[in-house]
């Protein structure tokens, strides 16, 4: 069976539901049961209520601070850490899956065409082949990064050509809502034009960099297997991974466009009140990832096409307006990512930070310096924008609650990489884990507080670009 007959988190998903015993230490196990039993329902309540109360805290802190919001969460979760007292790897990674499918679907529902229509063309460049050309950047950067401090440093070990892909690939996608909430003070500064491209590359490049790094995958390591990278075996293997992936890529979009018609159909016939579409859309893009990866396709990109194609309907009841699911899923999906984030903070172990320090702060230099506007202007002479419009683009490229929920696929993705030793296995993991949150974290910080002054020093007008675009 091919690596992509399942989605690489589901795959996952199914092995952890067949030995999840094993998954958890006895040590582990007897932690949560007893902190479990001392805490009564009221007690846990609380303290959920709390943990929650203080991701708002941290947020307007943060707002204050002029970084992202969810940078504040981020670290509220890596102060709290309490992975051992109450989440185990089954439980994680299942959250994360419920978690990336509402995003891709909320992700869909906000591809908006109509915004970029004048370049959509570059839109979908950017998107796409933007997430390919960064990620195939930065995964060198991190292999040349890795070569040169394991020469140096004893303590820092060489990593393969591809892991270091599989970490560049889950940090392709970048994060508009985080960028946007920076720019909120300064927007006269920004424009229009490049806030719809902002946000369209957000919606675009989330799957993008699934399906890149699905791709990776299947090519480095297809059947759980190491592809050779030399000779006609390479070749042979790298073409059944590829038709492989078509066939999950194919699936999920067939599915998606299945369900967004008995989406319609339910939308139609079955709603009575506005107060139901909520529940409507839950329902539909947790059946779109389910449906699709019974299936064997891929049940992400099926939540974003069932997302894409619902938001460019017009229905027929007249309680529905075309706006009114996302409007009704926005607040889901704005504590979706919160939680994508606090969990991610929660289960870091900050060992594996202090581990990768020296290299992932060159890694996420690279990201930010190298990687992000090389995929920029690389499809410079497709643009209609300026240089100095070019400039802030590639200054917006945040990362956000995507990259952190794939980095589960990667870490258990090393997991099953036959012939590793269990040391190196852990080794392995310490780096991406390190290195994915230390990126995301200077990432966050360093661009989220420099972007209102770089917009600010480029000169750039909302109003008058604007008018120019109504013209």
Known sequence: MSLFDLSPIALWAAAAAESGAELIKPEQAKQVTNLMEKLSLPALLSLIAVVFIGTLVMSKFARRLQVPAVLGVLLLGAAINLEEQFFGPVSVERLHIVSLTMLLFYAGLTTRLKNIRQFLGYGLLLAVGGVAVSSLVFGLIIFGVYALFSTTLNDVSMLPIGICLLIAASLGSTDAGATLSVLSSVQRFVPKRVRSLLEFESSVNDPAAILFLMLVIGIFYGNGHTVAISGDGMVEGVAGEFQAFLKSIGSGIMVGLILTYIGQHVVRHFVISRDQILIVGISIAMASYGLA???????????????????????????????LLENSLEPFNTFTEMLVFLLFGVIIDPFNIRHVMPEGIVCALGLMFIARPV???????????????????CWCGLRGAVPLALTYTVIH???????????????????????????????????????????????????????????
Request: proline share 6%.
């Open 293 to 323: 990866t019974l299936l064997r396709g891929s049940g992400f990109i099926s939540a974003y096409v069932t997302g894409v194609f619902l938001a460019s309907n017009i229905y027929d009841n007249p309680l529905i307006t075309e706006e």
């Open 375 to 393: 995929s920029v202007f690389l499809f410079k002479p497709f643009a209609p924008f300026n240089n100095r419009e070019n400039v802030l683009i």
């Open 413 to 471: 993705t090393i997991d099953k990489i036959p012939g590793l030793t269990a040391t190196q296995i852990e080794i392995y993991n310490q780096q991406v884990e390190g290195l994915i949150f230390l990126t995301v974290l200077l990432n966050l910080a360093l661009q989220g507080l420099s972007l209102p002054w770089l917009s600010r020093q480029l000169g750039l007008s909302g109003p008058t670009d604007d008018a120019v675009e109504a013209t």
